[in-house]
């Protein structure tokens, strides 16, 4: 079926259908969930070069990854993000560019983006406390979305995040309630913002619980499951090893269960462990109705639906105010977690 047949089985004009698929905002959410509802039904799919030239647009969304961060891209923890965010490219006929830049490069690379057309709007992942990119694309007037935020920038901009200080305030909560008062934190790199809020939870719960923190006990480093295993190993070894350890991701925390195994002790009675769990597809902490680990969850999958739904948006309506989203966590309880022994 194409556009022409597509109008005459809805009664309305090419144009009106054409500016529905592609989100114009002067038709109407009806119209517009009419027709959407009809192209699904008749399995029309629009030309995207036709798409391009009508629109004016490239029809397509950047992902710009430095070489500094390339890990990244292996991590299932990405792999669920962009999967995300592209069904939602796909449900509105947009492609997906994704690109790994020399960090020295980043910045021309961004205004050839601009200046060639080859994208029409920018997501911004592993965002740092003063991310430069975010002046960058305001300056570039790129529409854009930021997976997470950055905390020393106060000009408003658009973003999806999880309420990272919250989620581990609750986490660090689950094992100081449970009488652990050694607990170490495996963290991200803190110059990142995501893993400078968990810090924050971590920090806070402790003095909630009229802890005080012992820098020993604290870690800062990529998040894979051999810096779990290596660092988790080394304290279990010391003379006063801790009862507990929070993690920032489920991929470091496979690393300290099997580091706990190795020493000999048994995860949830000798030692506790609660982890942040993005909830993936392929790498899942047991069931929704049992889980292995206890901690705090959050759909990465969805995070990536609901930033590529607002970079659409904000595509769409040129000028509109920046808007954001914060991603729900639940606190689980699994397994690995269980009142400390004293």
Not at 193 to 211: I, K, S, V, Y
């Amino acid at each position: 079926m194409n556009l022409k047949q597509l109008s005459e089985q809805l009664g309305l004009s090419q144009t009106t259908v054409s500016r529905a698929l592609n989100g114009y905002p002067e038709v109407s959410e009806k119209t517009r969930e009419r027709v959407r509802q009809a192209a699904l039904d008749f399995n029309y799919k629009p030309n995207t070069r036709a798409r391009s030239l009508a629109t004016g647009r490239a029809m397509a969304i950047g992902h710009v990854i430095p070489v500094s961060t390339q890990q990244e891209m292996v991590n299932p923890i990405f792999g669920d993000f962009v999967t995300g965010a592209g069904e939602v490219y796909s449900e509105h006929g947009y492609d997906m560019m994704l690109s790994l830049v020399p960090d020295s490069d980043e910045e021309s690379f961004y205004r050839d983006l601009k200046i060639k057309g080859n994208v029409d709007g920018i997501v911004v992942h592993s965002p740092s406390m003063d991310d430069t990119r975010i002046a960058l694309l305001n300056e570039l007037q790129l529409p854009y979305v930021v997976h997470g935020r950055a905390s020393a920038i106060e000009a408003p901009y658009s973003w999806v995040d999880v309420a990272n200080v919250r989620a581990f305030e609750a986490l660090t909560g689950h094992l100081t309630g449970l009488g652990h008062r050694r607990i170490a934190l495996f963290n991200g790199i803190e110059s990142l913002d995501f893993a400078h809020r968990r810090r924050t939870g971590f920090l806070n719960a402790l003095t909630e619980a009229g802890l005080e923190a012992d820098p020993e006990l604290m870690l800062s480093w990529d998040m894979t499951e051999s810096y779990g295993f290596d660092e988790a190993s080394r304290m279990l070894a010391r003379s006063e090893p801790p009862t507990a350890f929070a993690v920032s991701s489920l991929i470091t925390a496979l690393g300290v269960r099997r580091a706990v195994e190795q020493a000999r002790l048994t995860v949830g009675r000798d030692v506790s462990v609660a982890t942040f769990d993005d909830d993936l597809s392929y790498l899942r902490n047991g069931t929704p109705e049992a889980p292995v680990f206890s901690g705090v969850r959050s759909s990465v999958r969805e995070a990536g639906r609901r930033v590529g739904a607002i970079l659409l948006s904000q595509i769409s309506t040129p000028g509109a105010p920046p808007a954001s989203e914060m991603i729900p966590f639940e606190l689980v309880v699994g397994t690995t977690s269980g009142p400390a022994r004293i």
